[in-house]
């Protein structure tokens, strides 16, 4: 299949990898605004989720959080190109780690790691950034894109600093790379219409994975807190936890119920950095109607 925008995809990939990070943020702002008019829907999915999720707060404070949580989504876009193809010279010295003893104690056991984390809008560039200073890949659990061309490329630049990539829905890919000793970042706060149950998130019942302590156990692996930030400054505050006390439990709904709280309580650090164009509320319990 002949994919005739890849190379302009390759190109823009080159120059948002050698930006400095100044202007990437400053870029990817410019964008947001340029392409305001075409993000209605994502604007609207952003909108609903916050006023959702912070009822209490002013309806114009809402909308601005709403609306830097769209723009940052944009600004993340190139820091996803920034993740896969800028060379370790230009993330040198960008980010500030802590906790990388707790990883670095477990893959010195031999034992895989379940890197833990959520779907914020620079996520893939807080992986690479945690590679970079690991000194070794960290997989990553992806979905999958339709369009053929650019699964085939996307699949190319992230298989390049991650290794490669496992499918969202493949378990038994990712139970091998754990049971190999392999550290790979998972995020099990979007919506799941399997293997699920309504717990709450920022008080509203959402559908939340309730696999993840089998995944772990079955991987034979640790769970370990991965959060991570930008800061005003351009810098990424990452930190790596240790992992829950008592996850864990012998309950899943309850295993999934934690894991939104520690979440939720992440997110309201810096809550424009999550991405809340996302339907996460897509799928309602019996009897509830759409929120969208």
């Known amino acids: 299949m002949r994919c005739l925008f890849t190379p302009l995809l390759q190109a823009v990939a080159w120059i948002a990898g050698r930006l400095p990070q100044p202007w990437v943020l400053v870029l990817g702002r410019g964008l947001a605004w340029l392409l305001w008019p075409a993000l209605g829907s994502r604007r609207r999915i952003a909108r609903i989720n916050v006023d959702l999720c912070f009822p209490t707060r002013d309806a114009r404070e809402r909308r601005r959080l709403a609306d830097a949580s769209v723009v940052n989504t944009v600004v993340g876009a190139l820091e996803l190109l920034r993740a896969w193809h800028a060379p370790s010279s230009r993330l040198a010295d960008l980010a500030d780690i802590e906790g990388l003893e707790h990883l670095r104690a477990a893959l010195d056991r031999g034992q895989g790691v379940l890197l833990m984390c959520g779907h914020f809008t620079h ?11 690991l000194g070794k890949p960290v997989r990553v659990v992806v979905r999958r894109h339709n369009n053929a061309c650019l699964e085939a490329w996307f699949e190319r630049s992230r298989q390049a600093v991650y290794g490669p990539s496992i499918g969202k829905k493949d378990v038994r890919g990712l139970i091998r790379a754990l ?18 149950a309504f717990v709450p998130f920022f008080g509203v019942p959402a559908a939340t994975l309730t696999a993840t302590p089998e995944l772990v156990r079955r991987g034979r692996a640790v769970l370990l807190p991965f959060w991570y930030r930008r800061d005003a400054g351009g810098r990424y505050r990452i930190r790596i936890e240790a992992g829950w006390p008592g996850w864990p439990s012998e309950d899943p709904v309850e295993d999934a119920a934690r894991y939104m709280r520690e979440l939720e309580t992440v997110v309201r650090e810096c809550p424009e950095q999550y991405l809340w164009a996302h339907r996460r509320f897509k799928t309602r319990p019996p009897g509830e109607p759409s929120v969208y």
């Open 179 to 196: 049971q190999a000793g392999e550290p790979v970042v998972y995020s099990a706060d979007q919506n799941f219409t399997y293997q699920n």
């Open 123 to 133: 996520t893939e560039l807080a992986v690479r950034l945690l590679g970079e200073a």
